[in-house]
């Protein structure tokens, strides 16, 4: 059984800081690039930052600069580091892993609240 689990989501002020981890099990971790995702309420879900399986990495326009992803293949984990806040970065934050098989597979883990307000 394949589990995406994240943690780290809290209420933080703007200009603050938070780390977000997603642990991985039931799958070759290696094998697949891993990413985060975030939705806002009314809005659709939409890409913050990838890393592949290779440690390429990938970031949103919005959130360059101040986020940064990284994974670790040893202890099956992804970790999203977010630095400099803002309000506009409240959303539900959800881990994806995907890989290049044929078929591909997607997996989601069950998202995590990040809130940002004084």
């Known amino acids: 059984q394949v589990q995406l689990v994240e943690s780290g989501g809290d209420l933080v002020q703007p200009g603050g800081s938070l780390r977000l981890s997603c642990a991985a099990s039931?799958?070759?971790?290696?094998?697949?690039?891993m990413g985060w995702y975030r939705q806002a309420p009314g809005k659709e879900r939409e890409l913050v930052a990838q890393i592949t399986r290779r440690g390429g990495t990938n970031y949103s326009d919005s959130v360059k600069g101040r986020f940064t992803i990284s994974r670790d293949n040893a202890k099956n984990t992804v970790a999203l580091e977010m630095n400099s806040l803002k309000p506009e970065d409240t959303a539900v934050y959800y881990c994806n892993a995907i890989n290049d098989g044929v078929p591909s597979y997607r997996f989601w883990g069950q998202g995590t609240q990040v809130t940002v307000s004084s």
């Open positions: 039931g799958i070759i971790f290696s094998i697949y690039h």
